[in-house]
């Protein structure tokens, strides 16, 4: 039987993290009952751990962690690298504030086999046009970067194989700070099979969004010039010998 990690990064999430507990843990003990939902507190400053933890009684597969705050990126690969340590066989990942709806999960777990990468689609958006501009300007940097087309590279609604998984953080820098784009950018560009499903992604559900104009665009920055050094470390191991011949011709 299939174990299953759900990985839910939280900061500053304490309106929402009750209602995102209750909403997916069915889900983890529907697969197995080796199989967990994992919340991983990114050094809130509210009372988003505390909230948490006064909720394992009552969610007996529930694992809370925590750590230093270091943002979403750092986040999600902390808790890839618990799921490969706890032995699990999938990890699936998801936001904690309330975007994302759990009856759209059966077909990704359904499907599971079908290839190295299952990732939502949001082509029924209700976050607001600013935030869907921004995956357009995503989608751009990615094809200058490395002349791939994404469909949609940040989606907090992705399902890996960890065995396959593990491989692939070799090639993620330590805390990258835009993790999960860097890993759909490797599995498309390595050919190790990305398959999208359309999901519906709802407006925050409580609190305020931690990201911003300003941030947007300190990151963008940051991304772009990142994706550009990476470029080439993320080349499947053919495109580089091809092109190491190419040069010994020269």
Known sequence: MDTLFIIMPAYNEEENIHNAIAQWHPIAERISPDSRLVVIDDGSRDHTLQAAQNLKKAYPQLIVLTKENQGHGATVLYGYKYAILKGADYVFQTDSDGQTLPSEFSVFWKNRRKCGLLIGCRIRRQDGLFRIFVTRVLQMALLISFRIPVRDANT????MRCEELQKVLCLV???FFLSNVLITVIYTKQHLGVHYYPITFLERQNGRNSI???KIIQIGSRAFCQFWRLRKKIQPEHSKQK????RKLL
């Open 156 to 159: 907090p609604y992705r399902l």
């Open 173 to 175: 820098p330590r805390n």
């Open 212 to 214: 911003n104009m300003k």
């Open 243 to 246: 092109s190491l011949h190419g």
